[in-house]
């Protein structure tokens, strides 16, 4: 059995997504393990609490004086608990890279739109939807990627696509790309490493 660790700053709905599906045996020989929070108020630590969650951390940015050191707790953390999986789920840091190196092909991290559109710097929460809305495409949906030294860089394992309707406000849209994409994208693609399923070779993610 795998252990599972999820990092969370907000309300963690895709923890939750993680979690419901665990609970229906849907997560195959993977467990929500750990979660660890960069925010004390963050609602994901009570829906980690109400779940059972072995291990419960808040890492908070503001007691480190830089990001590497930040990073660096996260990872003797992680590393203390024998993590085999980082799942970042809502996560509004940028990982080090030398994080991004310990942890090669092992951090997932979903991201609101179908990349490469919309993604990268500064490209997060409610800005994806304004900008697919401003450029008026008429499909997007969520990406499931595994993490490297570049913002929603790495390579792809899972996409999902949902229509742009007319009338859509960027609001809307955020809920329908959680709701038909990202809740069921990220427990996927969690169960499928759980399962030895991803084969990374280059850039390119294939499902054995």
Same mark, same amino acid.
């Given at each position: 059995? @795998?252990?599972? #660790?999820?990092?969370?700053?907000?309300?963690? /709905?895709?923890?939750?997504?993680?979690?419901?599906?665990? /609970?229906?045996?849907?997560?195959?020989? $993977?467990?929500?393990?750990?979660?660890?929070?960069?925010?004390?108020?963050?609602?994901?630590?009570?829906?980690?609490?109400?779940?059972? =969650?072995?291990?419960?951390?808040?890492?908070?940015?503001?007691?480190?004086?830089?990001?590497?050191?930040?990073?660096?707790?996260?990872?003797?953390? +992680?590393? /203390?608990? *024998?993590?085999? @999986?980082? %799942? @970042?789920?809502?996560?509004?840091?940028?990982?080090?890279?030398?994080?991004?190196?310990?942890?090669?092909?092992?951090?997932?991290? %979903?991201?609101?739109? &179908?990349?490469?559109?919309?993604?990268?710097? $500064?490209?997060?929460?409610?800005? =994806?939807?304004?900008? %697919? +809305?401003?450029?008026? %495409?008429?499909?997007?949906? #969520?990406?499931?990627?595994?993490?490297?030294?570049?913002?929603?860089?790495?390579?792809?394992? +899972?996409?999902?696509?949902?229509?742009?309707? *007319?009338?859509?406000?960027?609001?809307?849209?955020?809920?329908?790309?959680?709701?038909?994409?990202?809740?069921? &994208?990220?427990?996927?693609?969690?169960?499928?490493?759980?399962?030895?399923? &991803?084969?990374?070779?280059?850039?390119?993610?294939?499902?054995?």
């Amino acid at each position: 059995m @795998l252990k599972i #660790a999820v990092l969370v700053s907000g309300g963690g /709905s895709n923890l939750q997504a993680i979690l419901d599906s665990a /609970s229906r045996g849907e997560i195959i020989n $993977g467990k929500v393990y750990a979660v660890i929070s960069s925010r004390e108020d963050a609602y994901a630590l009570k829906r980690a609490e109400a779940a059972g =969650v072995e291990h419960i951390k808040v890492i908070s940015p503001k007691d480190f004086e830089s990001r590497g050191e930040f990073t660096a707790k996260i990872t003797d953390t +992680l590393k /203390s608990l *024998d993590i085999d @999986l980082v %799942v @970042l789920a809502g996560f509004m840091h940028v990982l080090s890279d030398d994080f991004c190196r310990e942890y090669r092909n092992r951090v997932m991290n %979903v991201h609101p739109s &179908l990349i490469p559109a919309f993604c990268g710097d $500064g490209y997060y929460g409610l800005r =994806v939807h304004k900008s %697919v +809305l401003d450029y008026g %495409v008429k499909v997007t949906g #969520a990406t499931v990627h595994f993490v490297n030294e570049v913002t929603d860089g790495g390579p792809i394992i +899972l996409q999902k696509s949902i229509e742009v309707r *007319d009338g859509d406000t960027p609001e809307t849209l955020q809920r329908r790309v959680m709701e038909e994409c990202e809740w069921v &994208l990220l427990p996927e693609a969690v169960s499928l490493f759980c399962q030895g399923r &991803l084969e990374v070779c280059g850039n390119h993610v294939y499902i054995k």
